[in-house]
Nanobody, 125 residues
Framework: VQLQASGGGSVQAGDSLRLSCEAS????????VAWFRQAPGKEREFVAA????????LYAESVKSRFTISRDNAKKTAYLQMNSLRPEDTAVYSC???????????????????WGQGTLVTVSS
């Protein structure tokens, strides 16, 4: 099982980026996926999650209305569209999956596993 995040970069405040999380080694369509981020010197924090069907989503309050999580099960890829980026969004963004088929999406990193290598997002003011 592998999850690989990509799409990070250095942008200005107010810009947009779209991150991708490409999965392999398992039946992607059966498992929820989430994005987390970790800024330098800070703990990992929840960003967004999407159910296995794509019907349900969760967002951290800090990104709600600016970020959108989605998935394309045919492409085995989840996305995080990030708009109106702020300097405080600077972090390494990683994706992970719920460990149980058809599992529930939650805010807790303890409910996720198979963490992929992250992608760095740097937002300058």
């Amino acid at each position: 099982v592998q999850l690989q995040a990509s799409g990070g970069g250095s942008v200005q405040a107010g810009d947009s980026l779209r991150l991708s999380c490409e999965a392999s080694g398992y039946i992607f369509s059966l498992y929820p996926v989430a994005w987390f981020r970790q800024a330098p010197g800070k703990e990992r924090e929840f960003v967004a999650a999407i159910s296995w069907s794509g019907t349900y989503t969760l967002y951290a309050e800090s990104v709600k209305s600016r970020f959108t999580i989605s998935r394309d099960n045919a492409k085995k890829t989840a996305y995080l569209q990030m708009n109106s980026l702020r300097p405080e969004d600077t972090a390494v963004y990683s994706c992970a999956r719920v460990q149980k088929r058809y599992g529930e999406i939650t805010y807790s990193s303890y409910d996720y596993g198979n963490w992929g290598q992250g992608t760095l997002v740097t937002v300058s003011s």
